[in-house]
């Protein structure tokens, strides 16, 4: 059984920084492309980051330059550094190992973003 297991979300102010972290176990972490997306309340989940077993990395528009995706394959865990953050990236944050026929999720982490 695969799971996924998500943390490091929270509130901060605007202009501050987090760290996600998502530990997964139940698969062949090295070979599985995994991806961030988001939902923010009444918006359709989006794709954030993604990075491939090999370490190539993609990125939304909306969070270019401020949002780093690494994977450390010998802790199964693949995180997302959060910088510069504004109050439109408040949204429930979810792992995901990424397939061809159907993700594998996460429970989400909140990140909200306000002063």
């Known amino acids: 059984q695969v799971q996924l297991v998500e943390s490091g979300g929270g509130l901060v102010q605007p202009g501050g920084r987090l760290r996600l972290s998502c530990v997964v176990s139940?698969?062949?972490?090295?070979?599985?492309?995994m991806g961030w997306y988001r939902q923010a309340p009444g918006r359709q989940r989006e794709l954030v980051a993604s990075?491939?077993?090999?370490?190539?990395?993609m990125y939304a528009d909306s969070v270019k330059g401020r949002f780093t995706i690494s994977r450390d394959n010998a802790k199964n865990t693949v995180y997302l550094q959060m910088n510069s953050l504004k109050p439109e990236d408040t949204a429930v944050y979810y792992c995901?190992?990424?397939?061809?026929?159907?993700?594998?999720w996460g429970q989400g982490t909140q990140v909200t973003v306000s002063s």
């Open positions: 139940g698969t062949i972490f090295s070979i599985r492309a």
């Open positions: 995901a190992v990424i397939r061809s026929s159907s993700n594998y």
């Open positions: 990075i491939t077993s090999g370490g190539s990395t």
